[in-house]
C-alpha cells in the first residue's frame, strides 16, 4: 500500500526459492495519482499503467426514459483491474503517490517441474573453476559485447536462430571443440537448467539443442584493468562446475578448447570488486571486478552410426 508520498527506487524483487520465477502485481480498486510502476531490462525501460480501467456502460432504453422523465442519474460503470506480471531478474520502481492511495496485490510464480534423477544441486562454492578463454572485453560501465556472435534478441524469428547456429557450427569446424555464449536472463545458480529458462533463453536452448549437445553452467566473468584502464586485454571466464563434473574434469587428460562470447543483451551480477590503487615508487595495485551469469556452452553432436 502506497499513500501520497509513497515510492520505491529501482530494485529487484528477493527471491524465495530456486524455482521463484517471476512476479505478477494487480492494482485493486482505489483511486490515486502518480504512482506510476517502471520496468526496466537489458537498458530497455517502460512504464505500465495500473490504474483500473473505468468504463461506461450505456443502455438505449434507459437512456431515453431518464431523458423522458428528466433523471439525471449517474450512468453504470463497469472496472477492470490491471495487472502486470514479469521476470524476477527485472528491475522495477514505483514513482512517488501524489494523492490518494495506491493498492497492489503482489503474487510470487513459482515454477514446478518434474524431479529427475538427473537433478543435482550445485556445489554453492565458486571454487573449482575451469577455465575458459574469452573473445570479448567486459566492460566496466557497459554491458559487455561481442561482434561475431550476437545473440538475437527478444522473441526471436527463425531467421536470426538460424544464423546463430551458423555462427557457432563455423567456430566448431575450426577446431574449437565447445562454444559458450552468456544466458539473457539472470538466475540463481541452482537455477540454471533447461526446465527453469526464461523467455528468449528457452526458444534459443530449444533451437541449439536439436542440433548440438548444449549444457547449462554458472559462469564467472572477471576483468582486470592495465594500469588503471579497462582495457578488455585481462579477461577470463570461468565454468561454476557441480561434484559429477569435477570428478570428470579430474580424469581427463587433455584441457577442452572453449570459447566464450559475450554480448550486449546479457543480465550479470556484480559480486565483488577493488579499486585501482596507483603506489609511488611501488607497483600499483590494478583493478578487479568479477561478475556471476549464466553459460550455455554447446558442442557438436556425435555423428550416428
Request: hydrophobic share 30%; glycine share 6%.
Amino acid at each position: 500500500m502506497y499513500n501520497k508520498g509513497g515510492h520505491f527506487d529501482w530494485h529487484r524483487d528477493s527471491t524465495h526459492g530456486e524455482n521463484h520465477h517471476a512476479t505478477v502485481l494487480v492494482a485493486l480498486n482505489t483511486s490515486w495519482e502518480g504512482g506510476s510502476l517502471l520496468l526496466r531490462h537489458n537498458g530497455q525501460e517502460m512504464t505500465v499503467d495500473m490504474h483500473p480501467k473505468v468504463t461506461s456502460i450505456t443502455d438505449q432504453e434507459t437512456s431515453e426514459s431518464s431523458n423522458t422523465s428528466g433523471s439525471e442519474d449517474e450512468p453504470d460503470t463497469e472496472i477492470s483491474l490491471r495487472a502486470a506480471a514479469f521476470y524476477t531478474d527485472v528491475e522495477h520502481k514505483v514513482e512517488p503517490v501524489t494523492d490518494g492511495v495506491r493498492l497492489i496485490l503482489q503474487y510470487d510464480v513459482f515454477v514446478s517441474p518434474e524431479k529427475s534423477d538427473e537433478d543435482d544441486d550445485f556445489d554453492n562454492s565458486f571454487s573449482n573453476l575451469d577455465n575458459v578463454s574469452g573473445k570479448s572485453r567486459l566492460g566496466y560501465d557497459e554491458k559487455p559485447y561481442d561482434n561475431e556472435i550476437q545473440v538475437p534478441s527478444g522473441f526471436s524469428n527463425e531467421t536470426s536462430l538460424s544464423n546463430l547456429v551458423d555462427a557457432i557450427q563455423e567456430i566448431l569446424v575450426s577446431g574449437t571443440e565447445e562454444v559458450g555464449i552468456p544466458l539473457r536472463y539472470l538466475y540463481r545458480q541452482a537455477s540454471i537448467r533447461k526446465e527453469y529458462l526464461k523467455g528468449v533463453d528457452a526458444i534459443i536452448y530449444a533451437k541449439l539443442s536439436q542440433i548440438f549437445n548444449v549444457s547449462l553452467v554458472p559462469v564467472i566473468l572477471e576483468e582486470s584493468s592495465l594500469e588503471g584502464e579497462w582495457t578488455g586485454e585481462e579477461m577470463a571466464a570461468y565454468k561454476v562446475l557441480d561434484d559429477e563434473e569435477k570428478a570428470g574434469r579430474s580424469s581427463k587428460k587433455a584441457k577442452t578448447s572453449t570459447e566464450f562470447h559475450l554480448n550486449n543483451v546479457s543480465d550479470i551480477l556484480e559480486i565483488s570488486s577493488t579499486e585501482y590503487i596507483e603506489h609511488t615508487g611501488n607497483e600499483a595495485q590494478e583493478a578487479d571486478c568479477r561478475y556471476f551469469g549464466g553459460g550455455m556452452f554447446l558442442r557438436a553432436k556425435s555423428p550416428q552410426v
